[in-house]
């Protein structure tokens, strides 16, 4: 993950070094992202009936060969834009058939349901530590030796993936078969996801977060240059402070030991979120940049991780690659759009007012989550005590089945 975090302040550099437009930023990570819009139903169906773990072996070795060839590219000084953006797009189609198998698969390594929460969080504290690291060394590799160094980096971390997946012997979990074509899974996966209130309003805050939100670590290469009147090393400073606050968020989330309450967690979190954004695109110093972004790195993880942890505890077994799928549309699908449109607005008036404004679309889609709670908790109720999340509940169904039975049941 920290060659990940390098190549990915590398790849956003690289494209404002060779074009100096905000747009043709946002246009690098649409075509990143946008596959996942695109393919992530379907990815979701592949995820539900093919090996998990087959799928992430063979995506994660796709990758490898994307950051080869990237890394090749720069050092050879043949690159241009076009390259850049047809190796996004490589590496968005990947990348949609690769996160619903490895969210999914990762149950399969957790064998208690329980544990679920920590799980997630545990891994998004090892991708969040790599975010507070990766950049920061990034961008003193950048300024030292170019952005090469960094993709051959992202390209040999590989190796260390694929030998873990390979070395892990997964017990084989029953798993209902699912027939018929991909067509009828597929709408039957939404109407599942999308029938269901919880798992629809927090769907559609993800999918708001996403759009108006999240799209500000695209403009950060130029808040760092125009605003802060920085170079390389700034805006590796500014992402490993989005970092920093993102791990302490998915520590936080670590810490906790059920998945109760997590509506409450969420509502917050989005509200936190969008009104950092507000303060980053008010703020005209460093310092103050790098508390906000912080904060927002904070607001941003636990929102996303909380979002999927009850996405993946509520879901059927059977239908947990298509729902993971639909909260991949929701969080990286809608990014590229956000990109695009925050890319497109940036270059007309200023990145600083575009980040703000979707600050504030994000409190407001938040408040309109809020409302939902209520609601929300009387439909989760019964899955968690069928889980076994409410124990006390759960005991006392049990002890009164016990006493209104009759003795031949005994």
């Given at each position: 993950?920290?060659?990940?975090?390098?190549?990915?302040?590398?790849?956003?550099?690289?494209?404002?070094?060779?074009?100096?437009?905000?747009?043709?930023?946002g246009?690098?990570?649409?075509?990143?992202?946008?596959?996942?819009?695109?393919?992530?139903?379907?990815?979701?169906?592949?995820?539900?009936?093919?090996?998990?773990?087959?799928?992430?072996?063979?995506?994660?070795?796709a990758?490898?060969?994307?950051?080869?060839?990237?890394?090749?590219?720069?050092?050879?000084?043949?690159?241009?834009?076009?390259?850049?953006?047809?190796?996004?797009?490589?590496?968005?189609?990947?990348?949609?058939?690769?996160?619903?198998?490895?969210?999914?698969?990762?149950?399969?390594?957790?064998?208690?349901?329980?544990?679920?929460?920590?799980?997630?969080?545990?891994?998004?504290?090892?991708?969040?530590?790599a975010r507070?690291?990766g950049?920061?060394?990034?961008?003193?590799?950048?300024?030292?030796?170019?952005?090469?160094?960094?993709?051959?980096?992202?390209?040999?971390?590989?190796?260390?993936?694929?030998?873990?997946?390979?070395?892990?012997?997964?017990?084989?979990?029953?798993r209902?078969?699912?027939?018929?074509?991909?067509?009828?899974?597929?709408r039957?996966?939404?109407r599942?996801?999308?029938?269901?209130?919880?798992?629809?309003?927090?769907?559609?805050?993800?999918?708001?977060?996403?759009?108006?939100?999240?799209?500000?670590?695209?403009?950060?290469?130029?808040?760092?240059?125009?605003?802060?009147?920085?170079?390389?090393?700034?805006?590796?400073?500014?992402?490993?402070?989005?970092?920093?606050?993102?791990?302490?968020?998915?520590?936080?989330?670590?810490?906790r030991?059920?998945?109760?309450?997590?509506?409450?967690?969420?509502?917050?979190s989005?509200?936190?979120?969008?009104?950092?954004?507000?303060?980053?695109?008010?703020?005209?110093?460093?310092?103050?940049?790098?508390i906000?972004?912080?904060?927002?790195?904070?607001?941003?993880?636990v929102l996303?991780?909380?979002?999927?942890?009850?996405?993946?505890?509520?879901?059927?077994?059977?239908?947990?690659?298509?729902?993971?799928?639909m909260?991949?549309?929701?969080?990286?699908?809608m990014?590229?759009?956000?990109?695009?449109?925050?890319g497109?607005?940036a270059?007309?008036?200023?990145?600083?007012?575009?980040?703000?404004?979707?600050?504030?679309?994000?409190?407001?889609?938040?408040g309109?989550?809020?409302?939902?709670?209520?609601?929300f908790?009387?439909?989760?109720?019964?899955?968690y005590?069928?889980?076994?999340?409410?124990?006390?509940?759960?005991?006392?169904?049990?002890?009164a089945?016990q006493?209104?039975?009759?003795?031949e049941?005994?």
């Open positions: 993950m920290i060659g990940a975090w390098m190549q990915q302040v590398a790849m956003g550099w690289l494209v404002y070094r060779l074009t100096n437009s905000a747009f043709l930023l246009l690098v990570a649409f075509a990143s992202q946008s596959p996942v819009f695109f393919l992530g139903p379907f990815a979701g169906v592949i995820a539900d009936r093919a090996n998990r773990h087959r799928v992430v072996i063979v995506m994660q070795a990758m490898m060969l994307q950051a080869s060839v990237l890394a090749f590219l720069v050092f050879t000084g043949r690159i241009q834009y076009w390259h850049v953006l047809v190796l996004s797009g490589f590496f968005g189609v990947i990348n949609a058939f690769e996160i619903p198998a490895r969210q999914a698969f990762l149950l399969e390594m957790v064998k208690s349901r329980e544990d679920l929460p920590n799980a997630i969080a545990l891994n998004s504290s090892i991708f969040n530590g507070l690291i950049p920061a060394i990034a961008g003193f590799v950048i300024a030292a030796f170019g952005e090469s160094v960094a993709f051959i980096s992202n390209a040999v971390s590989y190796l260390a993936v694929l030998i873990a997946l390979f070395a892990m012997q997964i017990e084989p979990r029953e209902k078969q699912i027939r018929g074509r991909v067509l009828a899974s597929l039957a996966g939404f599942y996801g999308f029938g269901f209130l919880p798992i629809r309003v927090v769907l559609n805050l993800v999918a708001a977060a996403a759009l108006f939100g999240v799209p500000f670590t695209v403009l950060l290469p130029v808040l760092a240059v125009e605003t802060l009147h920085g170079d390389a090393r700034t805006l590796g400073l500014l992402m490993s402070a989005t970092g920093v606050g993102a791990l302490s968020g998915a520590l936080y989330l670590a810490a030991t059920s998945v109760r309450g997590l509506s409450k967690v969420i509502a917050f989005a509200t936190l979120f969008g009104a950092a954004l507000v303060v980053l695109g008010l703020s005209g110093t460093l310092w103050l940049s790098l906000t972004l912080a904060v927002a790195g904070f607001g941003m993880m996303m991780a909380a979002s999927n942890t009850f996405l993946q505890t509520v879901a059927d077994e059977d239908k947990r690659g298509r729902v993971v799928s909260y991949t549309m929701s969080y990286i699908g990014a590229p759009f956000g990109s695009l449109m925050a497109a607005i270059q007309r008036i200023a990145a600083p007012f575009t980040i703000a404004v979707g600050g504030v679309t994000v409190m407001i889609a938040s309109l989550f809020a409302r939902h709670i209520p609601q908790r009387e439909l989760v109720r019964p899955i005590r069928e889980l076994g999340i409410i124990p006390e509940v759960a005991s006392g169904i049990q002890a089945t006493l209104t039975s009759s003795p049941e005994h």
